[in-house]
């Protein structure tokens, strides 16, 4: 009885074992969607962390440039060793009075600076950075866009290979099986050795496709894993199924389309606020010709007294506060041309936001009807799925029923195959032309 209990727990035993491995397995394998790997390459991307680094530049710039409006403020000190103090009265080559002073000396003070008006160039700078600072924000977003959009791409075409992959291991299954029926035809002289050989060729066929897609998606799936910022060996898998959903596709017309483009787009955004920043540069160069006042200070202790008659071995204070104008007359000849390059400068930008406006148009047009006719592609090799499994169907009766012959069942089993491959890459390419277009519009 005892015997019988331990052989009834092995047997049991034995049988979840496999299950809870496989469990496990499954359980310890990364099952990432499209919207996570997005998540994950927006916080691990080398690129987007590249562009980060330059916001954050650009951020740093806008406070280098308010820290020039504080005041300049320095102090100094010096030792010294002086020579004899010679006062020639009479001329240079007269006998000079020697004036007694300390064989060395020394002084410390401080400087003050404090520009009060420079044209507004100080602050027109801080505007400039700032207006930087939301250029290179533009330029981090474009960078997202573009991560996704290609992240996008090596998810599909994962997608893709998986789905071929399935296909053709089914048809192995589904050959290897026909060989068996036409092996044993053979056997029974219903069907030519010729039959068995064509068949045999097809299966090798398959199984080299096979491993031709195996590998393809061991290279998308590196590839994924560098765009997600990751180890390249890192194994993952794709939630693959269900990726076209044509209700969400269709959801506005190509009007509305590039309406939110040059209201979103990053690129539009960007040459538009290079227009902004044109015209500071224009407002910077006419400030050249402006006058420049500060206020100043400065303070200084010198041993010994050598400034001012009479000369003293004593030490001494001596300081001045007061406002300083500064104007430069060669700018007023010197600063023409550097206007009239900022002007001009400033004219491109103008014409360039025009020329980007009729860029993205086309753009968005373009996207916009590849994914109408990729629409159109995944109702049309419907279709054809329906039409060839029929074909097949029938083919496959009369071959048996001797009919028709075995060229012609697997021209169809070739075609059918063809058909399964046509309606997932019609599919992928849906989805994609739907995802460059968010992504040129701007809201991807």
């Known amino acids: 009885m005892r015997h019988h209990k331990l052989l009834i727990v092995l047997s049991t035993t034995v049988f979840f074992i496999p299950w809870q491995i496989k469990a496990q397995i ?14 994950i390459s927006e916080s691990h991307n080398r690129q987007l962390k590249v562009s980060d680094l330059h916001r954050r530049e650009s951020r740093l710039s806008i406070l280098e440039a308010k820290d020039k409006l504080l005041p300049e403020l320095s102090v100094g000190g010096d030792f010294k060793l002086n020579s004899k103090f010679l006062i020639y009265d009479n001329g240079l080559f007269s006998s000079p009075q020697d004036v007694p002073v300390s064989r060395y000396g020394y002084g410390t003070g401080y400087n003050l600076n404090l520009i009060i008006y420079n044209g507004g160039k100080e602050r027109r700078n801080i505007k400039i950075k700032e207006e930087e600072e939301t250029i290179q924000q533009y330029e981090f977003e474009l960078q997202k866009n573009n991560v996704k959009y290609n992240a996008s791409v090596a ?14 291991s089914t048809e192995i299954a589904s050959e290897k099986k026909q060989l068996t029926l036409i092996e044993n035809l053979n056997k029974n002289g219903i069907v030519m ?19 031709d897609i195996k590998k393809k998606i061991e290279v998308t799936r590196q590839k994924l894993n560098v765009l997600m910022g990751r180890d390249g060996e890192e194994y993952f898998e794709i ?17 509305r389309y590039l309406e939110i483009a040059l209201g979103q787009s990053p690129q539009y955004k960007i ?11 224009v407002k910077q160069a006419q400030a050249n010709v402006l006058p420049k006042i500060s206020l100043y200070s400065v303070y200084n202790y010198t041993y010994p007294q050598v400034t001012f008659y009479p000369y003293s071995n004593d030490l001494w204070g001596f300081g001045q506060t007061g406002i300083k104008v ?22 491109q930008q103008k014409e360039n936001v025009g020329i980007k406006k009729d860029e993205i148009s086309m753009q968005v047009k373009e996207a916009y009807l590849q994914q109408q ?4 592609s995944v109702e049309m090799a419907e279709k054809n799925i329906i039409k060839t499994t029929e074909t097949v169907r029938v ?9 028709s012959l075995l060229t012609d069942l697997l021209d169809a089993e070739n075609v059918l195959l063809e058909a399964k491959f046509n309606l997932t890459t019609a599919q992928v390419n849906a989805k994609l032309s739907h995802i460059r277009l968010l992504a040129i519009v701007g809201i991807l």
């Open 26 to 39: 499954s359980d310890s394998v990364q099952i990432l969607s499209l919207e996570k790997i997005w998540q």
């Open 155 to 168: 998810y599909c075409d994962l997608y893709k290979f998986l789905q071929f992959s399935e296909f053709v």
């Open 193 to 211: 050795k010729s039959d068995v050989l064509r068949t045999s060729v097809k299966l090798s066929q398959l199984e080299l496709s096979l491993s």
């Open 239 to 255: 939630s693959y199924q269900n990726i076209f959903e044509p209700n969400s596709i269709r959801e506005a017309d190509y009007k």
């Open 271 to 281: 040459v538009s606020r290079y227009i902004t920043l044109s015209e500071m540069n």
């Open 326 to 347: 500064q104007f430069s007359i060669d700018n007023l000849y010197k600063s023409k041309h550097t206007v009239a390059h900022a002007r001009n400068l400033f004219e």
């Open 373 to 376: 006719q990729a629409l159109e």
């Open 395 to 403: 083919i496959r009766n009369s071959y048996l029923s001797q009919e």
